[in-house]
């Protein structure tokens, strides 16, 4: 059974930082993409980030560009987000999902579609006060 653990949420204040983590289980990470992506309420769920575990490489979008970082420890079969500078409109719950297909696409805003994961995580909450 395949599972994703997100963890590491939590409340915050303006301009502090968080570091989400993403136990995986059931598949090896190192094969794998791992992408991060936020909902907020009456929002869509949009895609922040992701990492090809193999070699990796990272894509970020506009939103957390210059204030996030997205690695993968495959020893652990874990990733994280760190998460910076982080502001109000950061509120939101974060989720983690997994697959193979951003290996087919090149690199690009493409491979954070959210259509394009198969496996997910249940998602942590992070709240920013200003």
């Known amino acids: 059974e395949v599972q994703l653990q997100a963890s590491g949420g939590g409340l915050v204040q303006a301009g502090g930082s968080l570091r989400l983590s993403c136990a995986v289980s059931g598949i090896p990470l190192d094969d794998y993409a791992i992408a991060w992506f936020r909902q907020a309420p009456g929002k869509e769920r949009e895609g922040l980030s992701y990492?090809?575990?193999?070699?990796?490489?990272?894509f970020y979008a506009n939103s957390v560009k210059g204030r996030s970082t997205i690695s993968a420890d495959n020893a652990k079969n874990t990733a994280y987000l760190q998460l910076d500078s982080l502001k109000p409109e950061d509120t939101a719950v974060y989720y983690c999902?997994?697959?193979?297909?951003?290996?087919?696409?090149?690199?690009?805003?493409?491979?954070?579609?959210?259509?394009?994961?198969?496996?997910w995580g249940q998602g942590t909450q992070v709240t920013v006060s200003s």
């Open positions: 990492i090809r575990c193999r070699d990796g490489s990272a």
């Open positions: 999902a997994a697959d193979l297909r951003p290996y087919d696409l090149k690199e690009g805003p493409l491979n954070l579609r959210r259509r394009l994961y198969h496996y």
